[in-house]
């Protein structure tokens, strides 16, 4: 991205010039003013109480292939683990600024809309034309309901939401730097599953990038001329399996790494502030070195690793000083074997997912992961503000 730079650029003006480059070719999402203006005020009313405050980014990020963009590159992240950890931050007093990606799992209505059933299959007719709840899903959809009134009401929570990965670091820069005020009592969790690769906005299509060269034999013939021609590429876009005309246009895309800002996220935008980061893996050999190895590179306070095939029965917290502490959901063995898995136990290998029992855990993760951190952000206040003393 940065080309022709001068060798002798120390790595933090070189970093900072990175930073400055990104911004300035990617365009800021339509509603960040709005959106920081809400932050603000929702800050600002937190911090003048001397509460805590936690900054949780959600879901995945999409990748457009195209100004005017049909076309992108998504991932699998539905924003369990945001939406999810949100409630339970709620819970142990923290204010929570739900930054996610639009239509992504939200705190509360996560029971429902992620449901195998329709939203409407809770419902019923009640008397008189009234909409009621299910006699079985009353009890609980109430406290649900009350907890997140309750949120509401008391301005515990700010839901903003992004779509692209250039939207959600515009968003996160601008939100982080927001929460200086806080000091040590903002936490950072960035739950949401980033893109690392992108298309650069010079190198990118302002209009649907076409799957035929119809379009172009179009052009090429002044608005229609040489139907024949134009109508044999137009074959390419049915739905037959064996076209007379064999295809002949591929797409190779160009993507270029997502610069990494987490370090600048530690010393420029929220310095003071606590940050979690998450490492999701897919191989169990490599999900402590590649935690480890984010926690040294970007100076973070916790890692979170986890892999995708148990990442809702364990996850491993690697920070600084402190020896590898693994969090489980207790279960029985796969098969009524002997002998349990505790949470919280120092086995210091990950479970072998043939192991686990069928379905989901009785217990969300969540609600073991966040009483740890809460542990772990009191110390950091703790230790910023012996730091300050005189």
Same mark, same amino acid.
């Given at each position: 991205?940065?080309?022709?730079?001068?060798?002798?650029?120390?790595?933090?003006?070189?970093?900072?010039?990175?930073?400055?480059?990104?911004?300035?070719?990617?365009?800021?999402?339509?509603?960040?003013?709005?959106?920081?203006?809400?932050?603000?005020?929702?800050?600002?009313?937190?911090?003048?109480?001397?509460?805590?405050?936690?900054?949780?980014?959600?879901?995945?990020?999409?990748?457009?292939?195209?100004?005017?963009?049909?076309?992108?590159?998504?991932?699998?992240?539905?924003?369990?683990?945001?939406?999810?950890?949100?409630?339970?931050?709620?819970?142990?007093?923290?204010?929570?600024?739900?930054?996610?990606?639009?239509?992504?799992?939200?705190?509360?209505?996560?029971?429902?809309?992620?449901?195998?059933?329709?939203?409407?299959?809770?419902?019923?007719?009640?008397?008189?034309?009234?909409?009621?709840?299910?006699?079985?899903?009353?009890?609980?959809?109430?406290?649900?309901?009350?907890?997140?009134?309750?949120?509401?009401?008391?301005?515990?929570?700010?839901?903003?939401?992004?779509?692209?990965?250039?939207?959600?670091?515009?968003?996160?820069?601008?939100?982080?730097?927001?929460?200086?005020?806080?000091?040590?009592?903002?936490?950072?969790?960035?739950?949401?599953?980033?893109?690392?690769?992108?298309?650069?906005?010079?190198?990118?299509?302002?209009?649907?990038?076409?799957?035929?060269?119809?379009?172009?034999?179009?052009?090429?013939?002044?608005? !229609?001329? /040489?139907? $024949?021609? #134009? @109508?044999?590429? +137009?074959?390419? &876009?049915?739905?037959?399996?064996?076209?007379?005309? %064999?295809?002949?246009?591929?797409?190779?895309?160009?993507?270029?790494?997502?610069?990494?800002?987490?370090?600048?996220?530690?010393?420029?935008?929220?310095?003071?502030?606590?940050?979690?980061?998450?490492?999701?893996?897919?191989?169990?050999?490599?999900?402590?070195?590649?935690?480890?190895?984010?926690?040294?590179?970007?100076?973070?306070?916790?890692?979170?690793?986890?892999?995708?095939?148990?990442?809702?029965?364990?996850?491993?917290?690697?920070?600084?000083?402190?020896?590898?502490?693994?969090?489980?959901?207790?279960?029985?063995?796969?098969?009524?074997?002997? !002998?349990? /898995?505790? $949470?919280? #136990? @120092?086995?210091? +290998?990950?479970? &072998?997912?043939?192991?686990?029992?069928?379905?989901? %855990?009785?217990?969300?993760?969540?609600?073991?992961?966040?009483?740890?951190?809460?542990?772990?952000?009191?110390?950091?206040?703790?230790?910023?503000?012996?730091?300050?003393?005189?």
């Amino acid at each position: 991205m940065l080309d022709n730079i001068p060798s002798e650029i120390p790595p933090e003006n070189l970093a900072a010039l990175a930073e400055d480059h990104y911004f300035a070719a990617n365009p800021p999402p339509r509603d960040l003013d709005k959106h920081v203006a809400l932050a603000r005020d929702f800050i600002d009313y937190h911090s003048s109480a001397g509460r805590r405050l936690v900054l949780i980014t959600s879901g995945g990020t999409t990748v457009p292939l195209e100004k005017q963009t049909v076309r992108f590159i998504d991932n699998f992240s539905a924003g369990t683990r945001g939406a999810t950890s949100a409630e339970y931050f709620l819970e142990a007093g923290y204010a929570v600024l739900f930054l996610h990606r639009q239509f992504s799992l939200l705190p509360f209505s996560r029971h429902y809309s992620h449901a195998t059933d329709c939203f409407l299959d809770f419902l019923r007719e009640g008397p008189n034309g009234s909409v009621v709840a299910r006699d079985e899903d009353t009890a609980k959809m109430l406290h649900v309901l009350r907890k997140y009134r309750d949120a509401r009401d008391r301005n515990m929570l700010l839901l903003l939401p992004f779509v692209s990965i250039s939207d959600y670091l515009h968003e996160l820069r601008s939100v982080a730097q927001l929460m200086r005020p806080l000091g040590p009592r903002g936490l950072l969790y960035l739950a949401a599953a980033v893109s690392d690769f992108f298309v650069p906005p010079e190198r990118m299509s302002e209009h649907k990038i076409q799957s035929t060269s119809a379009a172009d034999v179009f052009k090429r013939n002044n608005n !229609g001329g /040489s139907q $024949a021609a #134009t @109508e044999e590429e +137009e074959t390419f &876009d049915n739905f037959d399996s064996s076209p007379s005309v %064999p295809r002949s246009k591929r797409l190779v895309i160009d993507l270029d790494p997502v610069p990494k800002f987490l370090k600048n996220l530690v010393e420029g935008w929220s310095p003071q502030g606590m940050i979690v980061s998450f490492k999701l893996e897919t191989d169990p050999a490599i999900l402590v070195h590649k935690a480890r190895y984010s926690l040294d590179r970007y100076q973070h306070h916790l890692v979170i690793g986890n892999l995708l095939s148990t990442r809702k029965w364990e996850v491993v917290f690697v920070s600084p000083g402190n020896p590898d502490h693994w969090i489980r959901v207790p279960f029985r063995k796969h098969g009524g074997e002997s !002998g349990t /898995s505790v $949470a919280g #136990t @120092e086995q210091d +290998e990950p479970i &072998d997912p043939k192991s686990l029992p069928e379905g989901e %855990p009785e217990v969300e993760i969540e609600s073991l992961i966040i009483p740890a951190v809460q542990e772990l952000h009191s110390k950091y206040i703790r230790t910023v503000e012996d730091k300050g003393q005189p």
